[in-house]
């Protein structure tokens, strides 16, 4: 891979990382039912996709270390 796919592989980890903390917002929000087990369905599912986050952050930044790295 050439460092600009890497620089953009990057960026868009880096969205995404964002992405998932909004989602896992609108889905807490949105997926609550009426009942008490539709609401906990929402909020584990909404934990889910929230922990995706620190994954997407750390591959950002892995990715941009890889490219500093390469340019030096």
């Known amino acids: 891979m050439q ?6 592989l990057s960026k868009v980890c880096f969205f995404f990382g964002f992405a998932s ?9 949105l997926t609550g039912g009426r009942t008490g087990e539709a ?12 922990l ?7 591959l950002s930044n892995r990715f941009d270390g890889y490219v500093s790295r390469r340019t030096k």
């Open 3 to 8: 460092s600009s796919q890497y620089k953009s």
């Open 21 to 29: 903390i909004v989602g896992s917002i609108a889905i807490w929000y």
């Open 52 to 58: 995706w986050a620190p994954t997407f952050f750390i």
């Open 39 to 50: 609401q906990a369905h929402g909020e584990r599912f909404g934990i889910f996709v929230g």
